[in-house]
């Protein structure tokens, strides 16, 4: 079954760097998705993805935060110079589309900002 | 109020036993609606689609109430592989999902 794929699986880094998160989505998917979970909290919305272009985001997903799918198969994160309160598992998805509803998502990247 | 609200639990059932969940929802404006089960430390699985008749997925039975906004989870002879945490998840007719904290469930032999 295809599944989305995240590398790496945890990430550390010092405040004030810059990170990359990458992300591989299901094979044939047109909408991918970044979400976050803050430990003990809910899942969150970050940003949404389709036809190379932002379609939605949050709050959250303010200047610090940008999006990129460099090549046909890779869908990226980078979060410019971290803060602690970046500290967060932070999930792919990605939707077929075609009206489909349901997204799914990657194993998740545990980034640490210390 | 909240987007999504969920009793956060835990629910702690013996194997065998039936199990329901709730879960409001505040964006009456909504059009999808989803369970998921997320184990530990892992990513949101989808376990089943909520639809406005009611679906059943084998031993889980889902509800939507639109007029009270309201959606339900019914696990029916629970396992012990069921031990998750289960989150109702809404989407309120834009790219995203809304995810409620989540329902803890553990089932003990």
């Given at each position: 079954e295809p599944e989305v794929t995240q590398t790496p699986s945890h990430q550390v880094t010092?405040?004030?760097?810059?990170?990359?998160?990458?992300?591989?989505?299901?094979?044939?998917?047109?909408?991918?998705?970044?979400?976050?979970?803050?430990?003990?909290?809910?899942?969150?919305?970050?940003?949404?993805?389709?036809?190379?272009?932002?379609?939605?985001?949050?709050?959250?997903?303010?200047?610090?935060?940008?999006?990129e799918r460099p090549d046909g198969s890779n869908f990226t994160l980078k979060i410019r110079s971290t803060k602690l309160e970046d500290s967060a598992m932070y999930f792919c998805a990605s939707n077929p589309g075609q009206g489909a509803l349901e997204q799914y998502f990657g194993p998740g990247t545990r980034l640490t900002v210390t | 109020r909240k987007e999504v609200e969920q009793d956060p639990g835990?629910?702690?059932?013996?194997?065998?036993?039936?199990?329901?969940?709730?879960?409001?929802?505040?964006?009456?404006?909504?059009?999808?609606?989803?369970?998921?089960?997320?184990?530990?430390?892992?990513?949101p699985k989808l376990l089943m689609s909520v639809y406005s008749s009611g679906n059943e997925d084998g031993r889980f039975t889902a509800q939507l109430n639109r007029a009270s906004q309201y959606i339900s989870l019914l696990i029916r002879d629970s396992k012990l592989s069921d031990s998750a945490t289960f989150l109702c998840v809404v989407n309120p007719h834009t790219d995203k999902l809304i995810f409620g904290t989540g329902t803890r469930l553990q089932v003990f032999p």
């Open positions: 010092q405040m004030g760097q810059e990170v990359i998160l990458r992300c591989v989505p299901i094979s044939n998917h047109l909408y991918f998705y970044w979400y976050r979970q803050i430990l003990g909290q809910k899942v969150e919305f970050l940003v949404s993805f389709y036809n190379n272009e932002i379609s939605e985001k949050s709050e959250i997903f303010d200047d610090q935060f940008s999006v | 835990p629910f702690n059932v013996p194997e065998g036993a039936t199990v329901a969940f709730n879960c409001t929802y505040s964006n009456s404006a909504s059009q999808s609606f989803f369970w998921y089960r997320q184990d530990c430390r892992k990513e």
